[in-house]
């Protein structure tokens, strides 16, 4: 048989694309353009240079014997009724809102039984290595512990200290390459991680349309395909998820700690799909010491391998989470945090005072990253939006609310509002009034999201939809965060009103707020020098001007003074 050879070059190596081997001969030989189409045309016309270079998932037959192995397990450990029903208490299961449209993600795109877990592309060393420790799990703890020293990994990082090479196959349109070069940017601006299209490594990505999304998790060695299928896959968080796996995340619903914070509702699930549940052990999935994300964009949404798609197969254990699981508008703050400490993005640099649980950011360690609704070189601010406030709540209430409520707010609004409790004392808050949103299994486009702290990296609870939550939130500490997402339909949003349980002397106000006397506390860095002056002086304009339009008659003018958050 011809084969993709070079007299100097020799042949392709295993596991290297036909792109890079053809750059390579091209570099060499300074060979035309219609010479190189040439070579490349020939090495496809012998079946060379098509998708047997890339790493070579597990067959079919293998594939199944994992899973029937998981489905055995699985039913073992659940012959109990009460937990084969997945019942944490006598309450009946959720029933779907029927007005709600199906998230869209990769469940709905793949064949689901090509893959494991849904989307996770396994080779041949990856399931024998997860045969032998399901095997092992089943014996007694302490054999179990012995085994644990020397285990061979199920995968492996790359290097930090190179880009990831990659590649796109003829396959994916141009439109596609976009959004997954918007989805490698998404990475690449929060980590240290970096990408180089049609970069010089062995090592390396190609993105192909497989005809669904999927991915291996880690680096594999050779070229190790990304399925990104057109129309389907092609939305950046689903590509953000899949780049995901890729740098080495498994599923948020797989960690080993899944049962502290989700139930898996088996008597939704056909007994053939619940190896799509199952924990991935702390061996092989470290989870960092990070906490558990409801939010992450590697988290399985609530009817995914539902038999009755009006129940969910997945129900957090705090029911005001469950509208939060399954986004994927793009990798969470702590989907950041975990690949920043994979691959000790933060070691070169050195201590920052960071506030909000923020930490310092690996390609600028002068600053600090930044929970979403927080800003400033130190977290100290509350993130600027069009409204919003930092606001010191007292025993009595005031409201805040989204632009124009009762009416509709326009799309791609955005509002954050930082409530703080004198120290010693609680947050309040309670929805009232009109409540509305567009609807989705996922709040991911337009909702409010609630974070009651005090550890604000992890994703709040997010509500969408027309059902007003009915609930009293409460804070751990003394600050709650309200983040308000307006994309795409306009509806007529939210109201809530919030107190202290401790008197307070002032209360702050702005845009989106009514309330009694009043001072507002910054909502940007204002600091020192021109250019942050006129920030300031830009930023309280406009609250003079949002004052005058949406604060009641008793609300004083003067109640726009800028105090820095930092000073509280």
Request: proline share 5%; with cysteine.
């Amino acid at each position: 048989m011809a084969s993709c050879s070079d007299p100097i070059l020799g042949a392709r190596p295993k596991g290297i694309s036909s792109n890079w081997f053809l750059a390579s001969v091209v570099n060499h030989h300074r060979i035309t353009l219609s010479e190189s189409v040439f070579l490349l045309t020939l090495c496809a016309s012998v079946a060379l240079c098509a998708s047997e270079y890339r790493v070579k998932k597990a067959s079919r037959a293998s594939l199944n014997r994992l899973k029937r192995l998981i489905n055995e397990k699985t039913e073992q450990q659940h012959s109990d009724e009460k937990k084969l029903i997945g019942v944490l208490d006598d309450s009946p299961l959720l029933v779907r809102d029927p007005t709600a449209q199906r998230h869209h993600d990769e469940l709905a795109v793949n064949n689901l039984d090509e893959y494991f877990q849904g989307d996770v592309e396994l080779s041949e060393t990856q399931v024998e290595i997860l045969e032998k420790e399901i095997v092992e799990s089943a014996e007694d703890s302490k054999a179990r512990r012995r085994r644990k020293v020397g285990k061979a990994p199920l995968y492996k990082r790359w290097d930090r200290t190179r880009p990831i090479s990659y590649d796109f196959a003829s396959s994916v349109p141009y439109s596609t390459r976009i959004k997954i070069r918007q989805a490698i940017q998404l990475w690449e601006r929060k980590t240290c991680v970096r990408f180089q299209e049609s970069g010089p490594n062995v090592d390396r990505l190609e993105f192909f349309d497989g005809g669904g999304c999927s991915s291996f998790v880690g680096r594999t060695g050779g070229t190790q395909g990304i399925s990104i299928s057109t129309p389907g896959c092609d939305v950046v968080g689903i590509i953000s998820h899949e780049i995901g796996h890729a740098l080495g995340i498994f599923h948020e619903q797989a960690r080993p700690d899944q049962s502290s914070h989700i139930t898996v509702n088996y008597r939704n699930i056909p007994i053939g799909r619940w190896n799509n549940f199952y924990p991935v052990s702390l061996s092989q999935a470290d989870v960092f010491g990070l906490p558990y994300d409801a939010g992450s964009v590697m988290h399985y949404g609530a009817y995914g391998f539902a038999t009755d798609p009006y129940t969910p197969t997945i129900t957090t254990t705090d029911k005001n989470l469950q509208s939060t699981i399954g986004q994927r508008a793009g990798p969470s703050f702590l989907d950041f945090a975990a690949i920043n400490i994979a691959y000790g993005c933060n070691q070169h640099c050195g201590y920052l005072p960071c506030r909000h649980n923020g930490y310092p950011n690996p390609n600028n360690c002068s600053e600090c990253l930044c929970p979403d609704g927080f800003s400033g070189s130190i977290c100290q601010y509350v993130q600027y939006t069009s409204c919003g406030a930092h606001i010191a709540v007292s025993q009595d209430s005031v409201s805040i609310y989204s632009p124009n409520h009762p009416y509709q707010f326009d799309s791609n609004s955005e509002c954050v509002w930082l409530l703080e409790a004198p120290p010693g004392g609680k947050v309040f808050l309670e929805f009232e009034d009109v409540f509305q949103f567009g609807c989705e299994d996922t709040c991911d486009k337009s909702f409010v999201e609630v974070k009651t702290g005090p550890d604000f990296r992890v994703t709040g609870y997010r509500f969408c939809c027309s059902t007003r939550p009915t609930k009293r939130f409460q804070t751990l500490g003394n600050e709650m965060l309200v983040l308000f997402k307006g994309n795409r339909e306009r509806s007529r949003g939210f109201k809530a009103r919030v107190w202290s349980d401790v008197l307070s002397t002032s209360v702050a106000v702005s845009h989106g707020v009514s309330g009694k006397e009043v001072a507002v506390k910054s909502v940007a860095d204002a600091g020192n020098g021109s250019a942050r002056e006129s920030v300031s002086k830009r930023i309280a304009n406009e609250k003079k001007n949002a004052h005058a339009t949406s604060c009641p008659q008793d609300v004083r003018r003067n109640a726009t003074h800028l105090k820095p958050v930092a000073e509280v």
